[in-house]
């Protein structure tokens, strides 16, 4: 491409900065186009500044994120990580079980299921980790060998072959549907082998000023245009013509290439006037049917003896329970009077129903309805909890339905500039995965891919 390309990079997020990161790295100009008031997109923390660290809602960094942890080390970043405990609870009803990944003696007596359960489990791990996970033919951040295992079975049938119904139900389940929400019955087999050679004895990080401090550093020799909304992309005279709404109206303009790094859905819509030669029917026909689960998010403080601090609490069974999940956060509050006490900053995650039904409700109607449920994932959890910060996400989680690794390397495969996609929803929903796409889709339109 010529030496001086301008390229405009639409979505804020962590695939979009890794793909300027990448193109103003190799000298390109690049136009940021973020519709939100800062950087990171669904990675972005809020903050308030009466807890320490102030930093709220906060996307982990896991140990195997290889490109992320060569960007932290890169802009020396180590010192704003902090370690979280991997402490893992399931509950099935008044029951509570520990369920380690680092420890074989603790899962060997994990109470919830039989021991020719808990054996399954422990040798499906190893073998999917030893002849899949080491050798690097499965990978949960990279589409195309995840494509290779993605036969149109679903993470349920798989499981079910190895173990019980139970056994499935309140191990490899808990653990997917709890970090992600979507229902196994709905999502490849690849997710499932992937994140059984991957995940085991993984160490986790959140970062003390939130996630979106790498978007910030990715993005910082781009020219970066928040609180623009991006409405459409059409090509002319050979140009690709950027139209967007910023607060001083019409914005936008004209470039040689574009990286579209949005949601699908929001993507399907910004080049639907684009000739079948810029986007093909394989892309558009990925993008238009790409399904999200919802995220909400209820955070609430509690005393500091509540519940276990630095713990990951998830429901167990097939069922879409009323709240999914629970992660506990020691925090120091300022109160009013300029005192400091110790709290446990609580998390909970609805289920998927109510998540549904919830969105857009407004925080009392979503207080109101979710604190009388959340005795039932912790039975002791305080009848008066101080109720805090709601984040909503509507694109929570890309689901990864059977079929889509497949769909998705066929898409990628037939792109070519001046209109490349980006996005965690071409792989796994992590960042990592969103950082490794950004950085191909610019490689893409650089030629180095």
Known sequence: MPEHTRIAVIGGGMAGCAAARELTAAGKEVVLFESADGLGGRARSWRRPEIEPEVGINLMCASMYSTMWGMIREYGLEG??????????????????????????????????????????????????????????????????????????????????????????YMLRSQIEGFWNFDCDGVSVSHARAMLATMGGAEFFVFREGMQVLAERNAADARVLLRHEVSEVRLEHGRVVVSAQGEGGEAGGEFDAVVVAVPAPIAAKVVASLPREAVGDRMRDYLEGQEYEPALSMSYLVDADALPPETHIMAGGAEDPPIRNMITYPRRVRGADGTVRDRLLVFAYPGRAVTRRLLGRGPEEQYATVTPLLSRLWPGFPRDPEPFQVAERPYGFPIPSPGRYRASVAATRDQRPPVVFAGDHFSSPTTEAAMRSGIRAARGILGTS
């Open 80 to 169: 704003e990580l902090e370690k979280i405990s991997s402490n893992l609870l399931v509950s099935d009803g008044t029951v509570v079980a520990p369920l380690p990944s680092d420890s074989i003696p603790a899962l060997l007596r994990y109470r919830h299921v039989r021991l020719r359960d808990r054996l399954a489990f422990l040798y499906s791990s190893m073998r999917e980790m030893m002849v899949n996970g080491r050798t690097g033919r499965i990978d949960l951040f990279d589409p195309e060998r995840l494509a290779d295992f993605d036969d149109g079975t679903t993470a349920t049938e798989y499981g079910r072959s190895l173990m019980s119904h139970r056994g499935f139900d």
